[in-house]
């Protein structure tokens, strides 16, 4: 199969040296698609910043900085992809305005403007088609059940769900603990794994959910 991953966080710069952005390493995402080459799929990974080295054997690796450039890539690669991971942690918004020099100290004032960003699995929703998606869920409360109603919102095949406040889990780590949900199944939740192996189990569950079409 032809697997479209997304990893990392994404930048929003408000000049050439601030930007906003989250905890993302990139680790899952990269996980993810070293599981997916192990697995014998073509994998093409888009990565937000990271201190990563990219997998060996990838089909292609796209680097990119904001989510709007990330929206631009996903849709430039989808067309021939069988599978999309979107494990990136997309910022939800922008500042209104980019300066292309350093703002000194005032310039911005006290309260910075923001417009939201597009939710890149909405924008691409109409190109789904056949394809099967998975999403993540990053979360600090009612993890399953926020994690459903975005599997649900999201039109999702698949949601990975994690308590990021708990220790071994979420950002930074080497280790995560997740729950797998799909629409109709029970919810399936890993032990303390590290990424390496929790990205092994999210692809073989998502080849098994494939092969149940
Ligand atoms: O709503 P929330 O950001 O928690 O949803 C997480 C999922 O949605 C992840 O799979 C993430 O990659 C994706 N996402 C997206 N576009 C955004 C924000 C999140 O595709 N702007």
Request: net charge negative.
């Amino acid at each position: 199969m032809q697997i479209l991953v997304t990893a990392g966080p994404t930048r929003e710069f408000i000049d050439p040296v601030r930007f906003l952005s989250n905890r993302s390493t990139g680790k899952m995402g990269y996980a993810i698609a070293e599981a997916a080459i192990d697995a014998g799929h073509s994998v093409t990974l888009i990565s937000g910043p990271t201190f990563l080295q990219p997998p060996e054997h990838l089909h292609a690796f796209r680097p990119v900085v904001s989510a709007l450039e990330m929206l631009d890539a996903v849709q430039q690669f989808l067309p021939v992809a069988d599978a999309l991971v979107m494990t990136a942690a997309v910022a939800d918004f922008r500042p209104a305005r980019r300066f292309d020099r350093k703002c000194h100290k005032g310039e911005l004032g006290s309260t910075l403007e923001l417009v939201p960003n597009p939710d890149i699995l909405a924008a691409i929703r109409p190109l789904k088609e056949h394809r099967f998606f998975v999403g993540f869920a990053a979360e600090t409360n009612d993890v399953l059940a926020s994690a459903a109603e975005k599997l649900h919102r999201k039109g999702l095949d698949l949601i990975v769900a994690n308590d990021v406040t708990q220790p071994g889990a979420g950002f930074e780590t080497d280790t995560n603990i997740v729950t797998l949900l799909a629409p109709n199944a029970t919810a399936e939740t890993l032990p303390m794994l590290s990424k390496a192996e929790t990205a092994q189990r999210i692809i073989a569950r998502m080849e098994a959910e494939m092969q149940k079409r």
